[in-house]
C-alpha cells in the first residue's frame, strides 16, 4: 500500500468546508511485476478536492489555507474535484483534523466500471480510496464525471492528458460522488468469548425504491477465506424482505438497517481465536458495488501466577521461581524479573538471569508460558521483594506478580531431639524413684 503524508487544506464555501488530499492515480501495467512476469500497478501522482465535506462551523478563519485551482490549466494535471450533492459521510469531519493530530490518509483512485457498462462509456467512474492511519474514517467512493461548466463555455473544453475527458475551465475533473461505502471503525478488538460489531455502511444517490441491496461478508486469515454471510434485502410496501445465508453461528446483520439506514454492520457473538483476521464487506445497489475492510484482532490477557507462594532460604542452598503466563492471546508476551532488597532505593533487573520455556498451544488458540529465575541467598537476604512483571497486547499496562524473602524459620528439627532427650530424661528420672519406693 502507498502511504503519503497528508497535505489538508481548509477552504470556506457558502455551504462547508473544503479538503484536499494528495493522491495516487492507480493504472495496470508499466512494467515487469516481479518473478512471475506479471503487471505491476503504475502510480501517478493527483489531487482529490472534497468540496463542502463538512459544515463549517467552529473552524477559524485565521487556520484555513485557501485553496486554489491553477492559474493556467494544464492538461497533465489530475485535478479531481469532487461534490457530494446528497450523500452525508459519517465522521468525514475527521479528515479536517488529520493534519492537526499528525495522521496520515492513505489516498488511491483507479478507474471503475459499472456493471452493463462499457470502459470507454460516459459518463466515466472512478473509484477513490482514502484511509485514515490510525483509527479513524475509511471510506470508498463511486466518482462520477460531471461536464457542467464546459458546456457553458462555446471554446473546445482542454482534454486531460492521460484521460481524455474533459476538464474545467479552471483545469479540474468535476466529479460527484454516487456511492460509497465506509467504515468509521476499521479496526476493531476484542476478548475471546466476548462479542464485536464490525462497522460497515454505505450510501448511494438516487437509489430506486425497492431494489435489492446485496450484503456480502468475508473472512480472510493467513491465505485462507470463505464467505461467513451473504444477503440480499428489499424493502417492500408492507415490510424488508430478505434472501440469508450464514456460514457461523451467533453471526448476523439487520436486512431492515441495511435497507433503510445503510447499515452493514456485521455481528459477531461468542468469538473465538478462530474468528480473528481480515473482514471483507461488500455492498452491491443497483450497477455499483464495492467493499471495505474491518480488521478484527482477538485477545485475551494472561493470567500471572507465581511457583511459590513464600520464599526463605534455611541455608545456603540457591532456590528455583517460576512465573507461569496462563492462556493468552496472541503471541506476544514478555516476561521481565527484578528484586529490590530492603537497603537498596530501586529495583534491579534480574531478567538476564532468568529462562524461558517453550510456548505452549491450548486447544481453544490461546497460549502458555514460564519463566524460571534460581535465587541466590547471599544476594536476596530477607525482606527481598522478589519481582515477575508480565507485558501483553491486551493489558493496558504490564501485570505483576510478587513476593517477599522471608526470615529463616527455626530449625525445627533440632528442638524436636532437645524436647524428646528431655521427655526421656523426665521418664527415666521418674522410673528410677519409682524403684527406689
Known amino acids: 500500500m502507498f502511504t503519503i503524508l497528508v497535505f489538508l487544506s481548509l477552504v470556506y464555501g457558502l455551504e462547508g468546508a473544503d479538503v484536499v488530499l494528495s493522491c495516487s492515480l492507480i493504472e495496470e501495467g508499466g512494467g515487469m511485476g516481479g518473478m512471475m512476469g506479471g503487471a505491476m500497478f503504475k502510480r501517478t501522482p493527483s489531487t482529490l478536492v472534497f468540496k463542502d465535506l ?14 486554489n485551482p491553477p492559474e493556467t490549466p494544464n492538461a497533465d494535471d489530475l485535478i479531481f474535484e469532487m461534490t457530494l450533492p446528497s450523500i452525508q459521510i459519517p465522521n468525514a469531519d475527521l479528515l ?3 493534519d492537526c493530530n499528525e495522521q496520515e490518509v492513505v489516498c488511491e483512485i483507479s478507474r471503475y466500471v459499472p456493471r452493463g457498462a462499457e470502459m470507454d462509456s460516459l459518463p466515466a467512474h472512478f473509484i477513490g480510496s482514502v484511509q485514515l492511519e490510525g483509527g479513524g474514517i475509511s471510506l470508498t467512493l463511486v466518482l462520477q464525471t460531471l461536464h457542467g461548466d464546459t458546456a457553458k463555455s462555446d471554446t473546445e473544453p482542454l482534454m486531460q492528458s492521460k484521460l481524455n475527458l474533459p ?8 466529479t460527484e460522488v454516487v456511492f460509497v461505502v465506509f467504515s468509521r471503525v476499521p479496526s476493531v478488538e476484542a476478548p475471546i468469548g466476548g462479542d464485536a460489531l464490525l462497522d460497515c ?3 448511494q444517490k438516487n437509489s430506486v425504491p425497492g431494489q435489492d441491496v446485496a450484503l456480502e461478508w468475508r473472512i480472510q486469515h493467513r491465505g485462507n477465506g470463505r464467505k461467513i454471510l451473504d444477503m440480499k434485502a428489499r424493502e417492500t410496501e408492507t415490510d424488508v424482505e430478505q434472501d440469508l445465508f450464514v456460514d457461523r453461528n451467533n453471526t448476523s446483520a439487520e436486512a431492515d438497517l441495511l435497507v433503510r439506514d445503510g447499515n452493514a454492520s456485521l455481528t459477531l457473538k461468542r468469538l473465538k481465536v478462530t474468528d480473528e483476521g481480515t473482514y471483507i464487506c461488500t455492498v452491491g445497489s443497483g450497477e455499483f458495488q464495492t467493499q471495505q475492510i474491518v480488521q478484527l484482532h482477538i485477545t485475551q490477557p494472561p493470567r500471572v501466577t507465581l511457583s511459590e507462594e513464600k520464599l526463605t532460604f534455611q541455608d545456603t542452598t540457591p532456590q528455583k521461581l517460576s512465573c507461569h503466563c496462563h492462556r493468552y492471546y496472541p503471541l506476544d508476551v514478555q516476561v521481565e524479573w527484578f528484586s529490590q532488597a530492603p537497603s537498596e532505593e530501586e529495583p534491579v533487573s534480574l531478567s538476564k538471569e532468568s529462562s524461558l520455556s517453550s510456548h505452549r498451544q491450548h486447544s ?3 497460549f502458555s508460558l514460564s519463566s524460571h ?22 493489558l493496558e499496562t504490564p501485570t505483576d506478580a510478587t513476593l517477599t524473602v522471608n526470615e529463616p524459620e527455626p530449625d525445627t528439627a533440632f528442638w524436636t531431639i532437645i524436647l524428646i532427650v528431655a521427655i526421656s530424661v523426665v521418664f527415666l528420672y521418674q522410673a528410677f524413684r519409682g524403684a527406689e519406693n
Open 54 to 67: 463538512v459544515g463549517n462551523d467552529g473552524l477559524s478563519p485565521e487556520l484555513v489555507t485557501p485553496y
Open 96 to 98: 479536517l483534523h488529520a
Open 167 to 174: 476538464l474545467s475551465q479552471s483545469g479540474t475533473l468535476l
Open 201 to 203: 455502511g454505505f450510501r
Open 364 to 366: 481453544d488458540g490461546t
Open 373 to 394: 529465575l534460581t535465587l541466590q541467598p547471599d544476594k536476596n537476604p530477607p525482606g527481598t521483594v522478589i519481582t515477575c512483571r508480565v507485558s501483553h497486547p491486551a
